[in-house]
Structure formats: structure tokens, C-alpha cells
């Protein structure tokens, strides 16, 4: 936890914007209370439907087994956490963790138009202070929710204190395209296109551009990896997916 209180250098930004820590978890909070309906299209929308795949890939890297407990956090609408229980099968519990309860809401109501009422538990709170026994899971997952925590390495020290012995820490998150051509591209794609999508189709610009900002603002890979190893991960490497716009982190609690 030392590290942790050291650390954290973007909890003042709200993607591009300078504001207080606890500004900045309330700003958040807002940005998804406005998007969660729309939240599912504008995923295929923004990537193209690559997301999906950027899903599958991540959850295939867990190899879930039914026996394992997971802990989804930033679970949002459910997209991981259906993933994990169709791989690990229908006895395997789940606890999806977000901020937003408009998101869980929307989540919640997925999981019960696929028939899932039972195996699942929905619950409300922030990743920076889980409401979880120590040792308790055996796979942490957060996708595309770590860039929007205030605090991150607390949020990492977090999730090594909820993991048992043998458990394992993931993260999917936007990250650093590595060939400068392809970045430019990316770049323009996402500073000039996103906003406008999110203007046109769930007529909030701002949210979107809040969401390209917070990915220039988040650790690199690299940088990423050796804050993991601050919060007491071991064997921490990641992947790159399209080229790095997306990577995969993961960590060991040993
Ligand atoms: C981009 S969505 C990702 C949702 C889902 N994991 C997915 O991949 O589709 C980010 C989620 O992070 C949640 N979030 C933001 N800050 C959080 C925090 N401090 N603790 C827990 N959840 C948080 C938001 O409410 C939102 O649901």
C-alpha cells in the first residue's frame, strides 16, 4: 500500500483536463450514468466490432476453469463476465464490481435476456477500496476500466489483496500503438471520429471525448507492467493486440 500512496500520477486528470481527485471519480461517474444505454452500440461503432475480438482473445488467455471464483471489475454492462461464464460453465460465480449502477442496471438486464438469473452478483462500489475478504479470488479481470480509476495503483494493490495465492490479475485496456505510421491514423481516427459518433448517436460529444483524452493519459505497457510489480505482482507481462491500440496485462500473486 506504500507504493500505492506514492503513486497514482494521473488521479488529477480528467482526460485532458486538470481537476481534483475526488472531482475526477464524480466526472467519471457521470460520463457512464450518460452512455450506459448507448454503451453497447457505440462499441461496435467506435472499433468497428474489433472489441469483440479484443474480448474473446482476452478471455481465452484465462483458459476460465468452472472451479475458479472470478471478480470482473469495471464489469459495466457484463461483456467480460459472460465471456468467463460461457467458457467456464454455469456453476462458476461471478462478481461483476463497477462504479456506475446505471451500468450494472443495463448488465444486469443483458444477463436476464440470456436466461442467467442465478451465478452472478452485481455490486456497486469503486475498485480503489473492494469490498472483498482478502484471498478470495482466483481471477481478477478489468477491461477497458482501469484508465478510468482515479487512483490507479491503489486499484492494483486492490486487486492483489483479493487475490488467493496462485491468482491471477488481468487487464484489457486501450494502450500505445507501436508503428508511427499507423499511429497517426489511430490518432486521427480517434480525436476526430469517436466525439463525432458520440454526438450523432448517443448525442453526448463530450463523454466520447473524455474517453480518447483518458487513453493518452494512461501508463504505456511497459510502464503499466512495472507498476504492477510495485503493487506485489509477479511474472507481469502483457500482450499487444492491433498493434498495440490494445494491450493485455497480466500478473501473478504468488
Ligand atoms: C469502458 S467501461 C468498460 C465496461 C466493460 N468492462 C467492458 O469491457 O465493456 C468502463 C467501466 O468502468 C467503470 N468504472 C470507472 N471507474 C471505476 C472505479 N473507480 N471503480 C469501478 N468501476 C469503475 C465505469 O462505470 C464503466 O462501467
Known amino acids: 500500500m506504500e507504493n500505492a500512496k506514492k503513486g497514482n500520477p494521473e488521479r488529477e486528470w480528467f482526460g485532458a483536463r486538470r481537476v481534483g481527485a ?15 444505454d448507448k454503451y453497447d452500440l457505440m462499441n461496435d461503432l467506435m472499433s468497428g466490432g474489433l472489441h469483440r475480438l479484443w474480448k474473446d482473445r482476452f478471455v481465452r488467455m484465462i483458459r476460465p476453469r468452472p472451479e475458479w471464483h472470478y ?9 467480460i ?7 467456464a460453465g454455469p456453476k462458476s460465480p461471478i462478481a461483476v464490481f463497477d462504479l456506475n449502477p446505471e451500468m450494472l442496471r443495463v448488465g444486469r438486464t443483458r444477463a436476464i435476456d ?9 455490486i456497486q462500489g469503486n475498485a480503489e477500496s473492494l469490498p472483498f ?4 479470488f482466483d481471477v481478477y479481470t478489468i477491461a477497458f476500466g482501469l484508465r ?7 486499484a492494483l494493490a486492490e486487486a492483489h489483496r483479493v487475490l488467493k495465492p496462485g491468482g491471477r490479475f488481468f487487464c484489457l485496456e486501450f494502450s500505445r500503438v507501436d508503428e508511427p505510421f499507423l499511429a497517426k491514423i489511430y490518432d486521427a481516427w480517434s480525436f476526430r ?5 458520440g454526438h450523432v448517436i448517443a448525442k453526448d460529444r463530450d463523454s466520447y471525448q473524455y474517453l480518447v483524452e483518458s487513453i493518452k493519459k494512461f501508463p504505456p505497457q511497459a510502464e503499466l507492467a512495472r507498476r504492477m510489480g510495485l503493487a506485489g505482482f509477479k511474472n507481469c507481462r502483457f500482450t499487444n493486440l492491433s498493434f498495440g491500440a490494445v494491450a493485455i ?6
Open 71 to 79: 471478480l470482473d471489475v469495471a464489469g459495466g454492462t457484463g461483456d
Open 133 to 136: 475478504a482478502d484471498d478470495a
Open 193 to 197: 471520429a469517436i466525439p463525432h459518433i
Open 148 to 154: 478510468n480509476v482515479t487512483h490507479i495503483d491503489t
Open 81 to 87: 463476465a459472460f465471456r468467463i461464464k460461457k467458457a
Open 249 to 254: 496485462h497480466q500478473g501473478l500473486k504468488t
Open 114 to 122: 440470456r436466461g442467467w438469473v442465478d451465478g452472478f452478483d452485481w
Open 22 to 36: 475526488d472531482e475526477k471519480t464524480r466526472l467519471v461517474r457521470g460520463v457512464f450514468d450518460s452512455v450506459a
